[in-house]
């Protein structure tokens, strides 16, 4: 395994190819990366996401897994997950064995006109969020349809409406 060292006010070494908005690479072997490219990030949004209250939740749309979180000061995220795009010899689906189990989520914040690192955060996901996750993309991986059409549908509305839609949850709490 090779390892690739991340650190805050560095370069960061994946490429972005100029990334706006939020990525969701879930359930790798690798773990679960939100990666969050902002071009020109000022330092009261990075504040809020290094260290501000994370809400998260998702709608589950016939095929379609859309995550969203939220952080203080109205920054909303929103980024499709699709399972069956990630190879099977990269996913990594965990046994559940109890209902108070939570997902961790590394979150890495880069300035993509720089692609300087602006912050580093692990957090978790609620219990019952990390479980519904998890049944959802049981689902997700049977289903054959395309995510397009009802990703197209949410991408039309005001991403200021998607939190109430997706249930969205405080984070990293008991």
């Known amino acids: 395994m090779n390892f690739i060292k991340i650190e805050r006010g560095e370069r960061y070494p994946l490429a972005l190819n100029n990334m706006e908005g939020a990525k969701a690479e879930f359930l790798t072997v690798e773990g679960n990366l939100l990666l969050i490219g902002m071009p020109d990030l000022q330092r009261s949004e990075a504040q809020a996401i290094r260290k501000g209250k994370m809400k998260a939740g998702f709608i589950k749309d016939g095929p379609l897994i859309l995550w969203v979180f939220e952080f203080p000061g109205d920054l909303v995220f929103d980024c499709p997950f699709d399972i069956r795009l990630v190879s ?30 602006r912050g580093l955060r692990g ?39 998607l939190p109430k839609l997706a249930a969205v949850q405080v984070c990293g709490q008991n």
């Open 123 to 161: 957090i978790t996901l609620p219990p019952k969020l990390s479980l519904k996750f998890l049944n959802a993309v049981q689902e997700q991986l049977t289903d054959t349809r395309s995510i397009a059409p009802p990703l197209a549908r949410y991408h039309a509305m005001d991403i200021l409406r």
């Open 88 to 117: 099977e010899d990269r996913r990594h689906l965990p046994d559940v064995t109890n209902r108070e189990e939570r997902l961790l989520i590394d979150i890495h914040l880069v300035d993509s006109a720089t692609d300087v690192v």
